[in-house]
């Protein structure tokens, strides 16, 4: 499994609960206005920690991330055929190296973060 650092952002986690019956992870974020100013860093976190997540927790369907009165929902199916590097992340076993190199180093790229959240997440 990954360590805590691997799903642990910036933007300020205030509660989280897991829904076993819908298997449904939501979570929400305090509102910063710092970041609602850096170019796509919630998208970027998002983004993140949502596949950090769909990672980590097998059994897990549904992802809900509420920020700035703002629901992101998605699912894994989503992001395990709209993110494109997914199995190189992971096959049998989560690749710490390729997801440095797949997750983390993806997202310095601004175009790249704005084509994979469009497709990632349905904003509420």
């Known amino acids: 499994d990954l360590d805590e650092k691997y799903f642990i952002s ?3 986690i205030t509660t989280y609960e897991y829904d ?3 298997q449904k992870m939501i979570i929400n974020y ?3 206005p710092f970041y609602s100013t850096d170019d796509l860093y919630v998208e970027k976190a998002l983004i993140y920690n949502t596949i950090s997540l769909s990672l980590v927790f097998k059994d897990l369907k549904i ?3 509420n920020y700035n009165g703002k629901k992101y929902v998605t699912t894994k199916e989503i992001i395990e055929n709209n993110y494109p590097y997914y199995s190189k992340i992971v096959d049998k076993k989560i690749d710490k190296d390729n997801f440095n190199i797949y997750l983390e180093k993806s997202l310095n790229y601004n175009e ?3 084509e994979i959240f469009n497709k990632l997440f349905e904003e509420n």
């Open 112 to 114: 790249f973060v704005k």
């Open 20 to 22: 076993e019956e819908n």
């Open 30 to 32: 305090v509102y910063n």
């Open 10 to 12: 910036n933007l300020s």
């Open 63 to 65: 992802i809900e991330s």
